[in-house]
């Protein structure tokens, strides 16, 4: 059982990258997914979440508006789309699971993939 996150990079002030969190050895469209973020010398902190079916989302007010969380199912694929990106934008980006209804803490995810740095600079 594994998540594995991808997609990151570095990019300018105002930019766009697509992060993807991907399943293996079990099907993610059984879950709600999350994404956290860890900026350094930060905490960790919530970001975006998704229900199971896709139907529900939830972001956190410093990026709403800017990014958007969705799924593909078929593909056992969750995405982050960040657009007008900031400097303060700049952290490691977890993707975690948990078989139950989407939540933004993140000690109730069961599942974590590694990480993927993002780095928004000019």
């Known amino acids: 059982v594994q998540l594995q996150a991808s997609g990151g990079g570095s990019v300018q002030p105002g930019g766009t990258l697509r992060l993807s969190c991907t399943a293996s050895?079990?099907?993610?469209?059984?879950?709600?997914v999350a994404w956290f973020r860890r900026a350094p010398g930060k905490e960790r902190e919530f970001v975006a979440a998704?229900?199971?079916?896709?139907?529900?989302?939830y972001y956190a007010d410093s990026v709403k508006g800017r990014f958007t969380i969705s799924r593909d199912n078929a593909k056992s694929t969750v995405y982050l789309l960040m657009n007008s990106l900031k400097p303060e934008d700049t952290a490691v980006y977890y993707c975690?699971?948990?078989?139950?209804?989407?939540?933004?803490?993140?000690?109730?995810?069961?599942?974590w993939g590694q990480g993927t740095l993002v780095t928004v600079s000019s």
């Open positions: 998704i229900s199971w079916s896709g139907g529900t989302t």
């Open positions: 975690a699971a948990r078989a139950s209804y989407l939540a933004t803490m993140a000690i109730v995810y069961d599942y």
């Open positions: 050895g079990f099907s993610l469209g059984d879950y709600a």
